[in-house]
């Protein structure tokens, strides 16, 4: 089959391990003479690896620009998308006249939620026939998972660049980005350990850690005098953990401080030797393309994205800095709401003692706290796995029982 006789492929990638899967794809269809265009949407998305990936090999690719200015090229080709990607991406790919082939890793899924489902798209196939499924939509002669209309729900409503992030993210709140530059792969081939804070935590001798890279978040500072050391980097996400623990997180010692640039106006000069990054709320937001949709930055000192989770945080600065072996402890991924908690809608107030922390105080009584939402915590954690696994590193799950069956189980007691 000659170039000709096709109308080629626009292959869309939203994060590492899908710009690798689709240079791989693209070489394939490009050694057919078939027309073949690598895209990213970083421009919208931010940076999550893809160009990086792609300059790095050396590969011509369009961005989202060239998409929006050259749409009729792209019409009538077949478009090849991976989950996740975002609500932008959708509705572009929704509204073409060409077929939308989008490919799922059955061996690591990423479960996504209803509340911002991808477009429907005309064949669904698994990573691991994806190939062989371009060869038969080639020859006419399609086996394929499950088929559906990608005219479905088709919108001729895009959003812009401004929209996405003029409302996800405070621009106007400049990161320390030459502080931040500064630890970029740093502790390249180095191995981390982040402290989680569930009642699991008190099974592990902390001790044994004094010597190694450690991240700890939020209300650690009630294990401070136990653990006997101060951790390495100590990051905090939460709103409420913040303002209703200012004083013990500004006075809590740690050897690099991190925190979004909303806080820095709340810390009124208190923790200049802090280090403010710029945090992406997307996730959060109903009216975001972003909503519910997992994104790993690769790119910490430009933003950091938020993920249901201050881990998810911890495991995009850990990449960032280089770290190639990552271990999680005090992960239980398990919580309930006491009959005794307010509830007013995601915020939680407490009236008792904590039992989801490894310290009764922690969320205890008078203290908010918002519903965890562990199905979306598992999105963002799907993803960063499969991140760090593109790029040939690892994330364990170092905790002493729990719940957390994302990452491969190791034993603690034998790391340290």
Same mark, same amino acid.
């Given at each position: 089959? =000659?170039? %000709?006789?096709?109308?080629?492929?626009?292959?869309?990638?939203?994060?590492?391990?899908?710009?690798?899967?689709?240079?791989?794809?693209?070489?394939?269809?490009?050694?057919?003479?078939?027309?073949?265009?690598?895209?990213?949407?970083?421009?919208?998305?931010? +940076?999550?690896?893809?160009?990086?990936?792609?300059?790095?090999?050396?590969?011509?690719?369009?961005?989202?620009?060239?998409?929006?200015? =050259?749409?009729?090229?792209?019409?009538?080709?077949?478009?090849?998308?991976?989950?996740?990607?975002?609500?932008?991406?959708?509705?572009?790919?929704?509204?073409?006249?060409?077929?939308?082939?989008?490919?799922?890793? !059955?061996?690591?899924?990423?479960?996504?939620?209803?509340?911002?489902?991808?477009?429907?798209?005309?064949?669904?196939? +698994?990573?691991?026939?994806?190939? %062989?499924?371009?060869? #038969?939509?080639?020859?006419?002669?399609?086996?394929?998972?499950?088929?559906?209309?990608?005219?479905?729900?088709?919108?001729?409503?895009?959003?812009?660049?401004?929209?996405?992030?003029?409302?996800?993210?405070?621009? =106007?709140?400049?990161?320390?980005?030459?502080?931040?530059?500064?630890?970029?792969?740093?502790?390249? %081939?180095?191995?981390?350990?982040?402290?989680?804070?569930?009642?699991?935590?008190?099974?592990?001798?902390?001790?044994?850690?004094?010597?190694?890279?450690?991240?700890?978040?939020?209300?650690?500072?009630?294990?401070?005098?136990?653990?006997?050391? +101060?951790?390495?980097?100590?990051?905090?996400?939460?709103?409420?953990?913040?303002?209703?623990?200012?004083?013990?997180?500004?006075?809590?010692?740690?050897?690099?401080?991190?925190?979004?640039?909303? /806080?820095?106006?709340?810390?009124?000069?208190?923790?200049? $030797?802090?280090?403010?990054?710029?945090?992406?709320?997307?996730?959060?937001?109903?009216?975001?393309?972003?909503?519910?949709?997992?994104?790993?930055?690769?790119?910490?000192?430009?933003?950091?994205?938020?993920?249901?989770?201050?881990?998810?945080?911890?495991?995009?600065?850990?990449?960032?800095?280089?770290?190639?072996?990552?271990?999680?402890?005090?992960? $239980?991924?398990? /919580?309930?709401?006491?009959?005794?908690?307010?509830?007013?809608?995601?915020?939680?107030?407490?009236?008792?003692? +904590?039992?989801? #922390?490894?310290?009764?105080?922690?969320? %205890?009584?008078?203290?908010?706290?918002?519903?965890?939402?562990?199905?979306?915590?598992?999105?963002? /954690?799907?993803?960063?796995?499969?991140?760090?696994?593109? $790029?040939?590193?690892?994330?364990?799950?170092?905790?002493?029982?729990?719940?957390?069956?994302?990452?491969?189980?190791?034993?603690?007691?034998? !790391?340290?």
């Amino acid at each position: 089959m =000659h170039s %000709g006789e096709h109308d080629g492929f626009a292959l869309f990638a939203f994060n590492s391990k899908q710009a690798k899967l689709m240079a791989e794809l693209a070489a394939n269809l490009a050694a057919k003479e078939l027309p073949t265009t690598l895209i990213s949407f970083e421009t919208m998305t931010g +940076d999550q690896g893809v160009e990086n990936l792609w300059d790095k090999m050396g590969l011509t690719y369009t961005t989202y620009n060239g998409f929006m200015l =050259h749409g009729e090229k792209f019409d009538r080709q077949t478009k090849i998308v991976m989950q996740p990607y975002d609500g932008i991406t959708s509705k572009l790919i929704a509204n073409g006249k060409g077929r939308v082939i989008e490919i799922n890793d !059955l061996e690591a899924p990423i479960e996504l939620p209803d509340d911002n489902k991808p477009a429907n798209p005309d064949i669904r196939v +698994d990573i691991s026939s994806a190939l %062989g499924t371009l060869n #038969h939509i080639l020859s006419d002669s399609i086996h394929v998972v499950e088929e559906r209309s990608q005219k479905e729900g088709a919108s001729s409503e895009l959003l812009t660049a401004p929209y996405a992030f003029t409302n996800d993210e405070p621009l =106007h709140l400049t990161p320390d980005a030459e502080k931040l530059i500064a630890f970029k792969d740093r502790y390249k %081939g180095e191995r981390c350990f982040i402290i989680g804070n569930g009642p699991s935590l008190n099974k592990h001798d902390l001790t044994k850690l004094r010597n190694e890279y450690t991240f700890a978040v939020n209300g650690i500072f009630y294990k401070k005098d136990e653990m006997g050391f +101060d951790p390495t980097f100590y990051i905090v996400e939460d709103s409420s953990v913040m303002k209703e623990n200012l004083d013990a997180i500004i006075n809590y010692s740690a050897q690099n401080k991190f925190f979004p640039t909303i /806080y820095r106006k709340l810390t009124d000069g208190r923790a200049n $030797d802090a280090n403010f990054f710029l945090m992406n709320r997307g996730f959060y937001e109903r009216t975001s393309p972003f909503f519910c949709i997992p994104r790993f930055s690769t790119d910490a000192a430009r933003r950091v994205f938020c993920g249901q989770s201050v881990t998810h945080i911890n495991l995009q600065l850990a990449y960032y800095f280089g770290f190639s072996k990552v271990y999680l402890i005090g992960m $239980d991924f398990s /919580y309930s709401i006491p009959k005794s908690a307010i509830v007013k809608g995601d915020l939680i107030i407490s009236t008792e003692d +904590d039992v989801n #922390h490894f310290h009764s105080s922690y969320f %205890g009584a008078g203290k908010s706290w918002k519903d965890p939402k562990l199905h979306r915590v598992k999105q963002n /954690y799907q993803v960063a796995r499969d991140v760090f696994t593109a $790029d040939g590193r690892e994330i364990f799950n170092a905790s002493i029982g729990g719940k957390l069956d994302v990452f491969r189980r190791v034993n603690y007691d034998k !790391l340290v």
